[in-house]
């Protein structure tokens, strides 16, 4: 899973709601208000640091490990934001802070200057397993680009089968060392060295320093791959007000302040994901995150799928959900979606099972787990809670930490049959006896980890 966010950019006008459960007294104080100004808010970068930890926190467990975390930003929080993700994250998996150009430029928006950029703030899970975009460039003359490995990496001992002797007919031996003395590395294996220096095409060079440099002569014509600019082209991603328009193309009014635009998440998204990935946006607003998924899953036959989670209930319903549905019949796009209502909470705000959490919850919640899809309450019957294939599931609850798997449980089903996961605090029955009835004993969640 890959994550693009675009959280409230605490500007002091959008009076966002601070609305965490958290135990802190001077946090809960500040529940349910809503966050105003500087000047009448003196806490106002707390409170968003405040929420945008948690968050964070759990959109990193969310992430795969090759995955990165884009996340939408401008100066008001641009600085926080940054630490906080070097804390989480690591700042050593930072990537990039992308720049893109928002607004066209017609009046400045301060005495002084006329903003017109924004950030996305990027990291990635872990930057050793992220395969990142880079950008193409058919170059009109001969260029040449260093065989030696540079930056990260860059040493023998980090991949000792890349340090070996290359021969050149006017310097001898030449192995890779770095201008501070030190061994390096190649760029290549050996096999591709070889076809290189056979095909004419490796370079070498005496440096100031005396060390003598290889490298690859790419010929006029050919393609090569640069490192992804930080700055977005603005041709390509347009800006918010193209997203305005767009949304205004969709319900015929407009429905929702500053939504980016589709050309940015798509631009932002395509930059590592492939396409089977699946998107996470939980800041959704008007649902562009969706709608770029759509469009380029249209344009490759991609089959990447989004997960799009909005807190405002009326938003949820009347914008993001509606501008999806209306986006797939607009611009005929083969992918639906499926929309969820969260439920009354299971967990406290320490992660334990809430105490007045009754036997139907439970049950949806383990269905839900065991089978990503929703209960149907109508074939609850006794323990047993629903089925998916040939295994059904089957719940033992009446009293926390009292709910036992015993003889009286098996008189209520068949010998062998379909295989039966049957949830419960304790178990007493013996291994060969479950191996008859073909059940797997499992223990009732009754926490949650809680950042
Ligand atoms: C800036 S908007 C996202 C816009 C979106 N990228 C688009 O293109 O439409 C942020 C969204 O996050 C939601 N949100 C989630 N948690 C929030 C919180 N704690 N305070 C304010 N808004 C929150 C808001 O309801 C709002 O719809």
Known sequence: MHIYIDPPYNTGNEKWVYNDKVNSPKIKKWIGKVVGSESEDLSRHDK????????LKLLKDLLRDDGAIFVSIDDNEYCHLKQIMDEIFGDINFIESF??????????????????HEYIITYAKDVNLLKFKTDKRISSKDSKERLRQWGQGDSREDRPTMYYPIYSKDFGKVFPKKPDGTDGRWRISKVKMDQLIESGLVLFEMQKDGRVEAYRVIP????????????????????????SIELKGIFGESKFAYPKPSSLIKEVVSLCTKEDDIILDSFAGSGTTGHAVLDLNKKDDGNRKFILIEMEDKIAKDITAERIERAIKKYGYKDGFEYCELDKPLFDEDGQIEKTCEFDQFATYIYFTETQTNIDKKKIKGNFIGELGDVEYHLIYKEKYQNVLNESFLKKIKKGGNKKVVYADKCLLDDAMLAKYNIQFKQIPYEVKVY
């Open 99 to 116: 720049i893109w150009k928002s607004r066209l430029g017609k009046g400045a928006t301060s005495q002084t200057t006329a903003k017109l």
């Open 220 to 243: 006029a014509g050919n393609e090569t791959n640069t490192a992804y600019s930080s700055i977005l082209d603005s041709e390509v991603v347009k800006t918010t007000a193209h997203g």
């Open 48 to 55: 968003w640091l405040c929420m945008m930890y948690p968050r």
